[in-house]
């Protein structure tokens, strides 16, 4: 028999499956946008219920992190993100995920993450981005098991094998850039 508090981290659990799904169907929303700042803003849609979700698994550098990001993407899609305020979002995120970090090395992956998309963002041409989107997928993927947001696990492999397809099917495009 079911306890009241057996009841009630089930329906936790089970809200933020669904918040991470909802979350997971506005990347892949994201992906088919025309324009960067429509997939940015259907990133920030999806980081607001991923974020939700992580808190509510107890995953908290990861809901840092999308936090953090959210301003980021804020701050790109209004064309107000300059060198510095980025390098000052990378130090809080250090910084404020290390202190909050509760998963050991699996704490720090989606901080890593987060880290070498923003300088992804900064620096890179197509083909790197490319890498840069697998290697933060997987870095997901390792975390959203961890914490048990399934549904975004999911979209981390779906992600990375359509990226992985995608470098393939371009490698020509991109090797004379």
């Known amino acids: ?16 499956q669904v918040f991470s ?6 990347v892949a929303i994201s992906s088919f ?17 991923t974020a939700i979700a992580n808190l509510l698994l107890g995953g908290y550098t990861g809901a840092l992190t999308i936090s953090i990001s959210i301003i980021r993407n804020s701050l790109m ?6 060198k510095t305020i980025l390098t000052i979002l990378i130090v809080i995120q250090i910084i404020v995920g290390t202190y909050l970090n509760q998963l050991g ?15 992804a ?7 790197q981005w490319l890498r840069w989107v697998i290697e933060n997928m997987l870095l997901w993927l390792i975390y959203d098991l961890t914490i048990k947001a399934y549904p975004a696990a999911i979209t981390d492999v779906t992600i990375t094998l359509t ?13 004379k850039q």
């Open 1 to 16: 028999m079911e306890t009241k508090i057996e009841s009630y981290i089930m329906t936790i659990y089970l809200l933020a």
């Open 77 to 82: 899609v209004k064309k107000k993100m300059t």
């Open 163 to 175: 990226t992985l397809i995608a470098i393939i099917k371009n490698r020509k495009t991109f090797s």
């Open 21 to 26: 799904a909802i979350g997971a169907l506005c």
């Open 105 to 119: 090395l699996i704490g720090y992956l989606p901080i890593i993450s987060s880290v070498s998309y923003s300088l």
């Open 121 to 127: 963002i900064a620096i890179t041409r197509n083909l």
């Open 33 to 49: 946008a025309k324009s960067k700042n429509k997939m940015l803003v259907w990133q920030i849609t999806d980081y607001i219920f």
